[in-house]
């Protein structure tokens, strides 16, 4: 066994099925198959189910994979001793949250330090395995206030650590200033039906949508990136619903505040456990919660 196989075996675990992993790797099938199987032969135990639809986790494969990862993990900080504390990039993977990629944006702008960035936008889910994996060193997710334990186990299954980034922020109706409704002073949630509505179409979003009773929406848009999220919404056709910490100011968009139902969402910032934030993504996240957000 060598690190090739542990790098092997973890990117079949997120594929879900060896064929995708042959691609993402550059390999042949049979290939990658045989070096799995070789794996297994060694432990003594079988990694994967392999199914028709692809390959599942065993019990002894979840935890074979865990350790892996930590493994894998432990090798990148070794390879990136040499590398200067200054010139580290931030690497975050965050769910679509235009306040988050404008507090990214100034501080990349403002920063002193001569970094590579990256910020990737996915699905909350995706967030996670993106931490779990090392894709990402920062992950920020977010989620209804109800469904914090359900989210805080989700965590604790990919072996991450959470810690609150924001207080709660009110979900309100948000839409252009051209939207027939704009110039209300608020709306009531059900409302939300009679009006095309755009959403991201990650699983978490459609949960979320079954939370606001709208996931039977008679014109629902489902859309994959901001970009596409926020022409819809600029064309004054579309609203959608959003958290954010207060009006925007100077903005082609406004908020309507629920006259029916105070909905409120949590945010969490993940990393992996016994992760240490080095100095750069320390600062960030202070500059991420600056701005005041009113308590709940």
């Keep these: 066994m060598n690190f090739h196989h542990l790098e092997y ?32 032969d060694e432990l003594g135990y079988r990694i994967f189910n392999r199914t028709a639809a692809g390959v599942t986790l065993t019990g002894e494969g979840k935890e074979f994979i865990k350790s892996a990862r930590n493994i894998l993990l432990e090798l990148q900080k070794i390879r990136e001793l040499n590398v200067d504390e200054e010139e580290q990039r931030l690497n975050i993977s965050c769910y679509y ?4 990629m404008d507090k990214f944006l100034r501080f990349h702008n403002a920063s002193d330090y001569k970094c590579s960035d990256k910020i990737k936008e996915m699905g909350s889910r995706e967030v996670l395995e993106a931490v779990a994996s090392g894709d990402s060193t920062i992950g920020i997710i977010f989620f209804v206030r109800e469904k914090y334990r359900k989210y805080m186990e989700m965590i604790a299954g ?5 810690a609150e980034l924001l207080e709660p922020m009110q979900v309100y109706a948000y839409m252009n200033k051209r939207h027939p409704l704009a110039e209300m002073p608020g709306m009531k949630v059900e409302n939300l039906n009679d009006y095309p509505y755009v959403t991201y179409g990650d699983e978490c979003s459609k949960k979320y949508l079954r ?26 056709e579309y609203l959608t619903s959003m958290a954010y ?9 406004v908020l309507l505040p629920f006259e029916d139902r105070d909905i409120f969402l949590c945010s969490v910032y993940v990393t992996r456990k016994n992760y240490r934030l080095n100095q750069r993504e320390e600062e960030f996240i202070a500059f991420v919660r600056r701005e005041s957000v009113p308590k709940s």
Excluded at 97 to 100: E, I, T
Excluded at 213 to 231: A, C, K, M, Y
């Design 9 to 40: 075996a973890v990117s079949v675990a997120k594929a879900g099925s060896i064929r995708k992993a042959s691609q993402n790797l550059y390999m042949s099938q049979p290939y990658l198959s045989g070096m799995i199987k070789s794996l297994e």
């Design 211 to 236: 939370i606001l009773g709208i996931e039977e929406h008679p014109h629902l848009l489902e859309v994959s990136d901001r970009g596409s999220f926020n022409d819809m919404l600029r064309s004054g």
């Design 245 to 253: 910490p207060s009006q925007p100011q100077n903005s082609e968009f």
């Design 158 to 162: 990919y072996d991450l650590f959470a």
């Design 97 to 100: 949250a235009a306040y988050v």
